[in-house]
């Protein structure tokens, strides 16, 4: 999968931004971004030991070190759901959790591409064993339960820093601890727990602080906030058919999940010794359940941040149907339980070694073998020009991009071109770049030549 399957487009729109960077430009201020900015920062530093402007050969290795890098952060996030499934009841749940995990579908899809989600996924996890830790009842400090919150809030803010779509862990970690606040009868008593509860708030704040403040010493406070928050809280693109893939690539551990989540209320209303910490769990997994329903472009990559808790509370429900029987057939029934669910997760992964990039390095090698490092790509939503200068603002053009360029920065553009002074080599022509409109089509006809009706060259140009 890693060196042959499909490439995304999304990969090629994050390396081409992780590769700005590298250059020294701006996120938001220099070209347009609406993703959180860590992940382009923490890649930047391998593009020293690529040289992707000057050669194709070069360039597919960086995508395939991507894609490798990706499954790194994507085995310790498995790691993590191990570490939490100890962390909240015993080292059985923790296997069979971080089984049911990379079996998943989503999870082997979307953490083996180039994408910001990966990087945020281990700091979310860590924010969750955090907050188990913290609210564990056998931390025996008060002290230590608000250093683990903090912990947690620095974790999840780092991971909002990495895609803001971690925004919607937090309404669920509020409900929660605000009922922990409330209810809980614990020695250190409401007002500590409030402290608690702040130090865990102050914990998401302070990542998210300190990299506006970085952005507004260069100038680019406002746009940081405008991009990355207000233009992606009024998109409009509906989405919900991923919800349908989900579904069917991952019912039966969805079933479960529901089966240890009733399990896991009955016994936290029926004991006297609540768990606090699977409690939130759940709080939080129903409010990126809920958060599903209300987003529109809950794409597949959202569902990285439900998939590993309702594992842990699905390794919960196969358990508890499983210790239903004679002891000495438990782990047989569990090593048989293993076919079954692993049915229609290796059914949704069929397109995954169907679908080859082949076709696409083939567009890319032709795209280096034509145009020089420093010469301008204008490309829709194809990804052809990732290591080549862009040519517009917004470098990449998709359908819900296309209904939110601003009418004026559009206009100003086709000036530029029509003026000469922004003159791209090289224009792949997709669909994207057609809805821009009639005038750029004129300007394009006039001006470009093109052999296969895809890629158009400049007339005069070598």
């Known amino acids: 999968m890693l ?5 995304d487009p999304d990969e090629f729109q994050h390396a081409h931004a992780a590769w700005c960077v590298f250059k020294g430009m701006i996120p938001y201020k220099d070209f347009f971004e609406h993703h959180t900015p860590w992940y382009y920062y923490a890649l930047r530093p391998f593009f020293h030991w690529f040289a992707v402007d000057a050669s194709f050969e070069s360039a597919k290795h960086f ?14 996030s498995a790691l993590l759901v191990i570490l939490i499934g100890r962390r909240w009841e015993n080292h059985r749940i923790a296997w069979v959790a971080g089984f049911l995990l990379v079996g ?43 250093w683990c919150l903090l912990a947690a809030g620095l974790s999840l803010g780092a991971a909002v820093m990495a895609t803001q779509k971690m925004l919607f862990v937090l309404p669920g970690a509020a409900v929660g601890l605000a009922i922990w ?18 130090a865990f708030f ?23 906030i405008k991009n990355n928050f207000l ?28 089966l240890g989540c009733t399990v896991s209320l009955y016994r936290f209303f029926r004991s006297g010794q609540r768990s606090w910490g699977e409690f939130l769990l759940g709080c939080i997994l129903f409010g990126l359940v809920a958060g599903i329903l209300v987003v529109p472009v809950a794409h597949r990559q959202y569902y990285l941040m439900p998939i590993p808790i309702a594992c842990l509370f699905a390794a919960k429900g196969l358990l508890f149907l499983i210790d239903l029987v ?20 290796v059914l949704g992964l069929r397109q995954s070694f169907v679908s080859r990039n082949d076709s696409q390095l083939a567009r890319l090698e032709y795209v280096f073998a034509n145009t020089k490092p420093t010469d301008m790509v204008m490309d829709g939503w194809e990804g052809t020009g990732v290591f080549r200068p862009h040519a ?17 920065r559009v206009d100003a553009y086709l000036d530029a071109l029509e003026n000469g002074r922004i003159g791209p080599r090289l224009i792949a022509m997709d669909d994207h770049l057609v809805a821009l409109g009639s005038r750029f089509l004129r300007f394009v006809d006039r001006n470009y030549v093109s052999r296969d009706g895809f890629f158009y060259f400049s007339k005069g140009s070598p």
């Open 104 to 146: 998943q579908p989503v999870f082997l899809e979307k953490t083996v591409e180039i994408r910001p989600d990966v990087l945020a996924l281990p700091f979310f996890l860590g924010g969750l064993y955090f907050l188990l830790r913290g609210l564990d009842r056998g931390t025996g400090s008060v002290s230590r339960c608000r």
């Open 181 to 198: 606040w409330l209810a809980a009868r614990t020695t250190e008593g409401p007002r500590s727990r409030i402290l608690s509860t702040v």
């Open 63 to 76: 995508l395939l070190f991507g894609r490798g890098l990706s499954l790194v952060l994507a085995m310790l």
């Open 3 to 7: 060196a042959h399957r499909k490439f």
């Open 326 to 345: 004679q002891e000495r057939a438990r782990a047989w029934l569990l090593i048989l339980a293993i076919f079954p669910l692993s049915v229609l997760p």
């Open 202 to 224: 102050v914990g998401v704040a302070v990542p998210g602080t300190l990299t506006w403040a970085a952005f507004a010493l260069h100038h680019a406070g406002d746009v940081f």
């Open 231 to 258: 233009l992606n809280s009024k998109w409009s693109h509906v989405a919900h058919e991923q919800l349908l893939r989900v579904l069917a690539g991952s019912a039966p551990v969805l079933v479960l999940c529901l």
């Open 392 to 408: 517009f603002h917004y470098f990449f053009i998709h359908d819900e991009m296309l209904g939110k360029l601003p009418p004026e």
